[in-house]
Each structure stands twice: as structure tokens, then as C-alpha cells.
């Protein structure tokens, strides 16, 4: 027969257990879908760029960077989205050559997740 302390080691195990570890957990953003692709080939010299996450974002807080061919560099404003979970800009007049993005985000967490993204333009 089971004492009263055996029975209250089980029940707050069974109570530490519902309230920390069975919760779900909050993850870290990660990148779902782009546009453009990594390794696309971009045949307009107009490039619209949206960015998917698996979580909601805190896109006041999050940022794209643009690298040229040049090696010249820039932040694109980004447009305002009605999504909780992406980031949109616009790229215009791309000259023909390779191209990355670089993100970084703020997903609700808490967590800064960063990423490139490259594409090449063909005019």
C-alpha cells in the first residue's frame, strides 16, 4: 500500500509536469517561403520580396539588407503586411548579376533569427 507521501511525490510530479514541461513550446522563427527563392533566376529587373516565418513576427523590429553586385549595400524599407507572420520590400532597376538578402527577425519569443537568401538577375 502507498503512503500519503508517495501519493503527493506523484501528484506534484503530475503537477510539475502539466504546468512546465507539457506546454507547448515557442519557437524560434524560421523561414518558410521566399520570393524570390534561393538560387531563383530573376528575369525582371523589378524583384518583389516577401518573406514567410513558421510563427508570428515582430516586423517593426525586423530588417532585410540588400547586397549588390557591387558589394554595395542598403536596407530596404519594408512594406507595411496584414500577415503576422512575414515581412514584405521591393527591389527596382536591378542591373543584371548576383544579389542576397539578408534577414534578420524578431519572432514573439523574444528570439533574433537570421538568414541570406541569394538570387541572380539575368537581363
Known amino acids: 500500500m502507498r503512503s500519503c507521501r508517495d501519493i503527493a511525490l506523484a501528484v506534484g510530479a503530475i503537477a510539475f509536469w502539466t504546468l512546465f514541461a507539457a506546454r ?5 522563427a524560421i523561414l518558410a517561403d521566399s520570393t524570390p527563392r534561393e538560387a531563383q533566376l ?8 516577401e518573406l ?9 523590429r525586423s530588417r532585410v539588407l540588400v547586397i549588390g553586385p557591387d558589394l554595395r ?20 532597376d536591378l542591373r543584371q548579376g548576383v544579389y542576397q538578402l539578408h534577414w534578420q527577425v524578431l519572432s514573439v519569443d523574444g528570439h533574433i533569427t537570421r538568414g541570406d537568401i541569394s538570387f541572380r538577375v539575368l537581363r
Open 24 to 28: 507547448p513550446s515557442q519557437a524560434h
Open 42 to 49: 530573376v528575369t525582371s529587373p523589378d524583384v518583389p520580396i
Open 52 to 60: 514567410r516565418f513558421n510563427c508570428r513576427i515582430d516586423a517593426k
Open 73 to 92: 549595400s542598403a536596407v530596404l524599407p519594408l512594406a507595411e503586411t496584414a500577415a503576422p507572420d512575414a515581412v514584405r520590400a521591393h527591389l527596382g
